[in-house]
């Protein structure tokens, strides 16, 4: 079984950063691409950013350009959201998710995915 188990969430002022962790663990597990999703309440999971480790690709979604950056260590797995100028829109549980193999379904949506973490909370005070 994988897992995935984030870390890195809490209470930032406006204007603030926070990075959030994501590290899989579990039986032996190479992964095609991990990311983000989040999710505010009363609203559907939503695609953040993603990782692609074959050519080291990255993805986001057009709200967190130039302000979130997603870096990653394939060979364990691991994957870190810097989040910079945070604003109080960004407010939400923050899931980290991971794809065993190559997908045709576009990689903004979670179908996308195989494998999710218990989520974060993020939370952006004005």
């Known amino acids: 079984q994988v897992q995935l188990v984030e870390s890195g969430g809490g209470l930032v002022q406006a204007g603030g950063s926070l990075k959030l962790s994501c590290a899989a663990s579990?039986?032996?597990?190479?992964?095609?691409?991990m990311g983000w999703f989040r999710q505010a309440p009363g609203k559907e999971r939503r695609f953040v950013a993603r990782?692609?480790?074959?050519?080291?690709?990255?993805y986001y979604a057009d709200s967190v350009k130039g302000r979130f950056t997603l870096s990653g260590d394939n060979a364990k797995n691991t994957v870190y959201l810097q989040m910079n100028s945070l604003k109080p829109e960004d407010t939400a549980v923050y899931y980290c998710?991971?794809?065993?193999?190559?997908?045709?379904?576009?990689?903004?949506?979670?179908?996308?995915?195989?494998?999710w973490g218990q989520g974060t909370q993020v939370t952006v005070s004005s």
């Open positions: 998710a991971a794809s065993a193999r190559y997908s045709s379904t576009s990689y903004y949506s979670t179908d996308a995915y195989d494998y």
């Open positions: 990782i692609r480790w074959n050519g080291g690709n990255t």
């Open positions: 579990g039986r032996t597990f190479s992964s095609y691409a």
